[in-house]
C-alpha cells in the first residue's frame, strides 16, 4: 500500500492552479496560429490576433488568461494500492483551491446556494470533484478551471438509438450553431456518447482532456471528429461571432457502453482559454 499525504495533494492541485490560469496550453496556441494562417476574414484574424498576445501577456504580466477565472473541477483515479493520509481527498483540494483565489488572486465566482440567496462563498470553493477507483499505486488529477461562458452552452439529450452517425452529427452542429459567439469560440468541443442521463455529460468533460487534436484510435470516430469540426467551420459564426473561418479548434468523442433502448449524447463546450492539465502523485 502507497501512502500519499493530503498535503502533496493540495500543493499539486495548487501549483496546477496557478499554472494553467496563466499559461495556455502551447498546442491550443499553435492551433490559433494555424487558424490566423488559415483566416480571410480581416475583423477575425484581429481578433485572433488579439487572443495570441493575450496568451503572451497573461504568463509575462500574472494576469489571468481570462476574467472569469472559472470554477476548479477535478477528475480523480485513485489507485486501489493508495492511501491518503491526513485530510480527506476532497479537503485537499478544497484547501488548495482557497489558496490558489488567494494568492493569485482569482475572482470569486462560487456562490454557496444556486437559485434564491446566491451568497458568494468569497474562495472559489467548493469544487467539483468526481472520483474513480483503478489499479494501481497512483493518484491521478485531471484538473481544469472551467468557465461559466462555454458551460452555460454545453447540453445533452437522450436520442434514439435510430438516428445513427448522421443524426449525431446534425444534433451537435446545430446545437453549436444556436450557441453563437456565447461561448467564446473558437472552441474546443468534448463529445461523450452512451452511457446514461447522467454519465454522458462527464464523458464529455473527460473529453476536453484529450490531447488537442489527437486522431481518435477508432477511424469511424475519428471520422465523425473531423465531419463536426469541418461542418461548424462552415457555418460561419467565426471567432468571437466575427464570422470567419474558425469556430471550432477540435472535437474529441468519448463512447462507453449504454442500454439498448437509449443513445445518450452530450457535448461540453471549452473557450480558447482553455485552462486543464492532468497531475500525477
Known amino acids: 500500500m502507497r501512502k500519499i499525504s493530503s498535503e502533496q495533494i493540495q500543493q499539486a492541485v495548487y501549483q496546477a492552479i496557478t499554472e494553467v490560469s496563466?499559461?495556455?496550453?502551447p498546442?491550443?496556441?499553435?492551433?490559433?496560429?494555424?487558424?490566423?494562417?488559415?483566416?480571410?476574414?480581416?475583423?477575425?484574424?484581429?481578433?485572433?490576433?488579439?487572443?495570441?498576445?493575450?496568451?503572451?501577456?497573461?504568463?509575462?504580466?500574472?494576469?489571468?488568461?481570462?476574467?472569469?477565472?472559472?470554477?476548479?473541477?477535478?477528475?480523480?483515479?485513485?489507485?486501489?494500492?493508495?492511501?491518503?493520509?491526513?485530510?480527506?481527498?476532497?479537503e485537499a483540494i478544497n484547501a488548495a483551491v482557497r489558496q490558489?483565489?488567494?494568492?493569485?488572486?482569482?475572482?470569486?465566482?462560487?456562490?454557496?446556494?444556486?437559485?434564491?440567496?446566491?451568497?458568494n462563498t468569497g474562495d472559489n470553493t467548493p469544487a467539483i470533484i468526481h472520483v474513480e477507483y483503478v489499479a494501481g499505486e497512483r493518484i491521478r488529477l485531471l484538473i481544469?478551471?472551467?468557465?461559466?461562458?462555454?458551460?452555460?452552452?454545453?447540453f445533452m439529450k437522450m436520442l434514439s438509438p435510430a438516428i445513427g452517425t448522421d443524426g449525431i452529427i446534425d444534433f451537435v452542429c446545430e446545437g453549436i450553431l444556436a450557441a453563437g459567439s456565447r461561448p467564446c469560440p473558437p472552441l474546443i468541443l468534448g463529445v461523450g456518447i452512451g452511457s446514461n442521463f447522467e454519465g454522458a455529460p462527464l464523458l464529455a468533460k473527460k473529453a476536453l482532456f484529450e490531447p488537442l487534436g489527437r486522431a481518435h484510435p477508432d477511424?469511424?470516430?475519428?471520422?465523425?471528429?473531423?465531419?463536426?469540426?469541418?461542418?461548424?467551420?462552415?457555418?460561419?459564426?467565426?471567432?468571437?461571432?466575427?464570422?470567419?473561418?474558425?469556430?471550432?479548434?477540435?472535437?474529441?468523442?468519448?463512447?462507453?457502453?449504454?442500454?439498448?433502448?437509449?443513445l445518450p449524447v452530450a457535448v461540453n463546450l471549452q473557450c480558447h482559454a482553455h485552462r486543464h492539465c492532468e497531475v500525477i502523485i
Open 219 to 262: 477511424a469511424k470516430y475519428h471520422q465523425m471528429e473531423r465531419q463536426i469540426t469541418e461542418r461548424i467551420n462552415t457555418l460561419g459564426c467565426g471567432v468571437q461571432g466575427f464570422r470567419g473561418n474558425c469556430t471550432v479548434l477540435a472535437t474529441h468523442i468519448l463512447h462507453t457502453p449504454c442500454h439498448i433502448a437509449s
Open 27 to 90: 498546442k491550443v496556441t499553435e492551433a490559433l496560429q494555424q487558424a490566423l494562417e488559415g483566416e480571410s476574414n480581416e475583423l477575425a484574424q484581429d481578433v485572433l490576433s488579439s487572443i495570441l498576445e493575450n496568451h503572451r501577456i497573461s504568463p509575462e504580466s500574472m494576469i489571468p488568461l481570462c476574467q472569469d477565472t472559472g470554477s476548479t473541477v477535478v477528475l480523480a483515479e485513485i489507485g486501489a494500492g493508495v492511501q491518503i493520509l491526513g485530510q480527506s481527498l476532497p
Open 22 to 25: 496563466y499559461h495556455c496550453d
Open 144 to 154: 481544469a478551471q472551467k468557465g461559466g461562458g462555454a458551460e452555460n452552452m454545453s
Open 100 to 119: 490558489a483565489q488567494h494568492d493569485c488572486p482569482l475572482r470569486a465566482s462560487t456562490v454557496s446556494e444556486p437559485l434564491f440567496e446566491r451568497k
